[in-house]
């Protein structure tokens, strides 16, 4: 079965990086776009960007300060996150585009905490 | 930005149905796909290209488009359908995706 697991919590203070794995599973990797969203306590959902093993593409607001990136060997998808603000604390998701949903994201991981904090 | 416009809340008693809108600009050119979520659950997606429903999305959940405005319809509401319900599409170009703000669905 299909699956994405993610990397656990992270406390990081502002000014920091963080990286975020997305580890899949139960499919043909290399055939599927990988999406980063995330979401703050009580807000909705952001769009940060999506890669795969030949492209990427970022949120305007994120250029700069984000970084997606991919083992295939080890069917993992990086999102790195510089420079982080009190405001970037957030639950983490990746997700699978699916070409066959017209590229709506049908697998999600079970996200992961970014805590900033001084 | 493209931003995608959605009322923050809907409320519905059981057997009822329940519409929810998502306005935006682009929305007559671009797909838009919904999304339910539950408090401390990853989203999940229960509409595609507009009005297709995925495997194992019970066939209450309907979507439709008009112009530049999409709705999902939920129909019989049940007690579980209460949830967040998030649209998304793509802007003009198709380079950025975009969430629309969220609808809190209550079942009175």
């Known amino acids: 079965q299909v699956q994405l697991v993610q990397s656990g919590a992270e406390v990081k203070k502002p000014g920091a990086s963080v990286k975020v794995s997305c580890k899949a599973s139960?499919?043909?990797?290399?055939?599927?776009?990988i999406s980063w969203v995330r979401q703050a306590s009580g807000q909705g959902l952001e769009w940060l960007g999506w890669?795969?093993?030949?492209?990427?593409g970022y949120a305007q607001r994120f250029q700069g300060r984000v970084t997606m990136t991919v083992n295939t060997s080890r069917s993992t998808v990086y999102m790195e996150l510089s420079t982080l603000r009190s405001d970037d604390t957030a639950v983490y998701y990746c997700?699978?585009?699916?070409?066959?949903?017209?590229?709506?994201?049908?697998?999600w991981g079970q996200g992961t905490l970014v805590t900033v904090s001084p | 930005s493209y931003e995608l416009t959605q009322p923050p809340s809907v409320s519905v008693s059981p057997g009822q149905t329940a519409r929810i809108t998502c306005s935006g600009d682009?929305?007559?050119?671009?797909?838009a796909y919904w999304y339910q979520q539950k408090p401390g659950q990853a989203p999940i997606l229960v509409i595609y290209?507009?009005?297709e429903r995925p495997s194992g999305i019970p066939e209450r959940f309907s979507g439709s488009s008009s112009g530049t405005t999409v709705t999902l319809t939920i129909s019989g509401v049940q007690a579980e359908d209460e949830a967040d319900y998030y649209c998304?599409?793509?802007?003009?170009?198709?380079?950025?995706?975009?969430f629309g703000g969220g609808t809190k669905l209550t079942v009175l």
């Open positions: 890669t795969n093993n030949e492209n990427t």
């Open positions: 998304q599409s793509a802007d003009s170009s198709g380079t950025y995706q975009v």
């Open positions: 682009a929305l007559p050119k671009q797909y």
């Open positions: 997700a699978r585009a699916n070409p066959q949903s017209g590229g709506g994201f049908d697998f």
């Open positions: 290209k507009d009005n």
């Open positions: 139960g499919y043909t990797f290399a055939s599927y776009d």
